[in-house]
């Protein structure tokens, strides 16, 4: 059935956009250092600007702070990097080429960029290990193969991400007895088996124990260099303690962009959080 001379050859490196037509994804194109590029983009809902010409780019590798009032946009502009709202204008790429616009939301995953939700939804009957085992193999596309057993390197990319986020010694735990942060944990744990090269996460900490909210931190903070990560969240004690550069958003554009001392002292954020 497959001539190989007229179709094109599906492997990991490719998937199909929405219009059919393959997207070539093994050309990812970071070389100017930049991972997403969101230019001028705009999103309304009945006539309301819930994204107003907003542009923000992200480096690789970086972990972005994205904070700003409720109704900001924040969940709007996850939104729109993962597929899920396409924006009336504008420009959104992955890397210098690829064109995430041209992309439906399966293929903007399987191409590297995963969101984790704030609810966690980790399957409490299987184990850790088994959890992530699912998500490996899901996140390669390979649903066909899901009851196959893992080559070694997929079983060095489960220890390693167990490591990661520090629950090797609850690997054969169902999850369903995890604590709330450790589900956290362990569903972010699902994103990196997949190997993302960008994640989104909103809200991580939020019914988080202190104790939790700081491992939160020293796990999101080891991810920096291997994994770009945006994170949304309201707990500013938090974002402080991660935050190398912070976005603030406000009705739906860039307000204003740097360190966590910067923007806090910055008046026009000060009158947008007292006018709450
Ligand atoms: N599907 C939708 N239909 C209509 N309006 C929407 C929709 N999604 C978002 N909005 C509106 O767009 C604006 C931006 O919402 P968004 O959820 O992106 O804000 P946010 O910054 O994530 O806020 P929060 O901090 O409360 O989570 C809000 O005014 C919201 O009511
Ligand atoms: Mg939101």
């Known amino acids: 059935m497959h001539n190989s001379a007229e ?19 093994g050309n990812l194109d970071v070389s100017h250092g930049t991972v997403l590029y969101m ?29 700003g009032p409720n109704g900001a946009g924040k969940t709007t502009l996850m939104d729109v990097i993962t597929g899920k709202t396409r924006p009336d204008s504008g420009s959104v790429y992955f890397g210098q080429t690829i064109n995430l616009l041209e992309m439906d939301e399966p293929a903007i995953a399987q191409a590297g960029i ?44 489960i220890d390693e991400v167990l490591e990661i986020i520090a629950m090797t010694s609850l690997r ?48 999101l903070l080891s991810l920096q260099g291997k994994h770009s990560v945006i994170v949304v969240e309201h707990d500013m004690e938090f974002v402080r303690s991660i935050a190398n550069k912070v976005t603030v958003l406000h009705e739906g554009s860039v307000l204003t962009e740097g360190s966590m001392d910067e923007v806090q002292n910055d008046p026009r954020v000060i009158q947008v959080y007292l006018g709450e």
């Open 114 to 157: 995963c969101r984790k939700f704030q609810k966690p939804s980790v399957f409490e009957n299987l184990t850790v290990f088994e959890n992530l085992e699912l998500s490996l193999k899901a996140g390669k596309g390979a649903w066909a193969t899901l009851f196959a057993t893992l080559d070694a390197e997929q079983y060095d990319r």
């Open 39 to 67: 230019e001028d983009v705009s999103v309304s809902f009945d006539g309301f600007k819930a994204l107003n010409n907003l542009s923000l780019y992200i480096d690789d590798g970086e972990l972005r702070c994205l904070i």
């Open 7 to 25: 179709k094109p050859i599906i492997n990991r490196y490719q998937t199909f956009g929405i219009v059919g037509r393959p997207v070539i994804q």
């Open 172 to 219: 054969f735990q169902p999850a369903g007895i995890l604590s709330h942060g450790q589900k956290q944990w362990l569903e972010i744990g699902m994103l990196l088996a997949q190997e993302p090269r960008v994640m989104l996460v909103d809200e991580p900490v939020a019914g988080m124990t202190h104790q939790e909210i700081d491992r939160t931190a020293e796990l």
